[in-house]
């Protein structure tokens, strides 16, 4: 039951994130002319409501994990050999962190240039838009790391494998991303093995520093592109 409950409480959350995230608008709060930002103002705050339960499930079914967990952790201690992402045996997740950041990054910036490419895209509003693409990618990014990371590395710790929470992660992260961009089967692998990567670095540094940055860093893409987009 310790195993099951932290997966089906993950999955549960997932489910509800998305049934509710195309119900965003009616939580009704408009700040904004733009659609795109009374949108995410409304689905981050569904988010970090989740992320909330998430966080006292996780609390009351590993307190000690938890709390180890929810912190920088050790941001150089040493990893494991993962040699798809390029992780030498030996390496330090200074290293492997700074680099995942470099590459990842760029592979999602290329992907969602092509995406603006076929856009009427007027930069200039970033101007008055990079202010809330790095609110909403603080919240996102710290939500689903809670969710996705805590709420599944935490209450499992010690109970299986490693590799067994990395993919539990992975999957749950992956099927969450359905929606997201890219969306289908492409996009559900391509966030697996973002959450599997990231539910290592926590794992091994025993914290969420490199897995928050680095999500971080892929949602300030994302997120800006999508505001050009649906701005223009």
Do not use: C
């Amino acid at each position: 039951m310790k195993i099951i409950a932290p997966i089906l409480i993950t999955g549960l959350i997932t489910v509800g994130i998305l049934t509710l995230s195309g119900q965003a608008n009616k939580v009704g709060i408009t700040i904004s002319e733009n659609s795109y930002i009374n949108f995410q103002i409304n689905y981050q705050l569904i988010l970090l409501g989740f992320a909330l339960l998430s966080m006292i499930s996780s609390y009351l079914l590993n307190p000690d994990s938890f709390k180890s967990i929810l912190s920088v952790g050790n941001i150089s201690a040493i990893g494991e050999e993962l040699k798809i992402f390029g992780i030498k045996r030996g390496d330090s997740w200074l290293k492997t962190g700074i680099s995942l950041s470099i590459v990842i990054s760029t592979i999602t910036g290329i992907f969602m240039y092509f995406q603006l490419k076929e856009q009427p895209i007027d930069y200039s509003l970033l101007k008055t838009g990079l202010f809330w693409i790095v609110i909403f990618s603080l919240t996102n990014s710290f939500s689903e790391e809670i969710i996705y990371r805590v709420g599944v590395n935490g209450p499992l710790a010690d109970l299986v494998s490693p590799n067994k929470i990395f993919l539990i992660s992975a999957a749950i992260f992956g099927i969450a991303h359905i929606q997201g961009m890219p969306n289908g089967i492409i996009g559900v692998i391509l966030a697996g093995l973002l959450g599997y990567v990231l539910s290592k670095s926590v794992y091994e540094t025993n914290g969420i520093f490199w897995a928050w940055i680095i999500h971080f860093l892929q949602d300030m893409i994302i997120i800006g592109s999508l505001y050009l987009i649906k701005s223009s």
